[in-house]
């Protein structure tokens, strides 16, 4: 039997599929964006930003888009299924986050930014900003995002066990004191007893998860649950055989890590080369005090 040949180039993913519609029936109608919201009676800029896949519009715009280019019934119907991948993305964080409040422990690998469980409020907000969130709903997320920490914290809180890659510490927030914080912050929570916190340098190589943020979850009914985030897309993975294939892939980075002592030592020295001004400088106390510059860490 013959290979069968690739119809289309188009996403299969359904919001980018629906913004390539979009960008594709205006061009064969002639319009520009500004022609388009003049007769339609939409500011211009929606169109623009529908079209960019980073708004899917109201059913009401969906609808006079659908009379003007003449496609009854075919903008609505992707629009919906557009509507509804997105949920189920978010349906499926959802059930995450609820079997994290049970995990008895917790496994995280960041690739490119700090796990919710170790950010400050100032590191959560421009992280979140940068993703495209605004008011009111960035303010709702920062707040939900610092009630989580509970996890870590308290007699109950459950053991937890992160490996930061060094381009986390390497990618600072545009306010310096409030990356100052975020290290400092990062530091305190290394010294509680239920958190080991490993650093993988950048001399570590290759490894199996160069693109890939992941977090396992084991549960009480000792299953254990993994989920992965790549800069779009999230997904929780429950099947046995995956999550042991991503594993192994956790336990190989771990095994070309910094020791926790090597890792905090890490932060420290990043801590230190952060410019601070004399007037904002609050004195230290514990081994952060040190003004000394600490050994080179050796792998």
């Known amino acids: 039997m ?11 993913e359904p919001r980018q599929r629906f913004a390539e519609e979009l960008r594709q029936l205006r061009a064969r109608k002639g319009d520009t964006l500004r022609q388009l919201g003049e007769r ?12 960019k896949g980073e708004t899917l519009g109201s059913p009401e715009v969906v609808q006079a888009l659908e009379h003007h280019y003449g496609t009854p019934g075919l903008l609505l119907a992707m629009w919906e299924l557009a509507a509804e991948d997105h949920t189920q993305f978010r349906e499926r964080y959802r059930r995450y986050m609820a079997l994290e409040a049970h995990a008895v422990s917790l496994w995280h ?27 009111p709903e960035l303010t709702q997320q920062v707040e939900a995002r610092m009630s989580r920490k509970e996890l870590l914290e308290g007699p109950g ?10 381009a986390v510490l390497r990618t600072p927030l545009r306010n310096e004191q409030a990356w100052r914080d975020q290290l400092a912050h990062l ?31 084991r549960l009480p009914d000792s299953r254990t649950v993994a989920y ?7 997904e929780l993975i429950e099947e046995a055989a995956a999550v042991e294939h991503l594993l192994r892939a956790y336990d190989a980075m771990r095994d070309q890590a910094l020791l926790p002592a090597e890792s905090r030592k890490f932060i420290l020295r990043m801590l230190e080369e952060v410019p601070c001004e ?15 510059t600490p050994p080179e860490v050796t792998a």
């Open 2 to 12: 013959p290979q069968r040949r690739l119809v289309t180039s188009r996403s299969r």
């Open 228 to 234: 992965v985030e790549t800069a779009h897309r999230g």
């Open 157 to 166: 809180a459950s053991p937890f066990r992160v490996i930061l890659s060094e």
């Open 40 to 51: 339609l009676g939409w500011d211009h800029s929606l169109f623009g930003k529908m079209e």
């Open 187 to 217: 530091m305190d929570a290394a010294e509680r007893p239920n958190v080991t916190l490993h650093v993988l340098p950048f001399r570590a190589g290759m490894h199996g998860l160069d693109s890939t943020a992941v977090k396992f979850l």
């Open 278 to 292: 004399p007037s904002t400088r609050a004195p230290r106390t514990g081994a952060r005090a040190a003004t000394a």
């Open 109 to 135: 690998f960041a690739v490119s930014v700090l796990p919710g469980l170790l950010q400050t409020a100032e590191y959560a907000r421009e992280v979140l900003a940068a993703g495209g969130l605004e008011e």
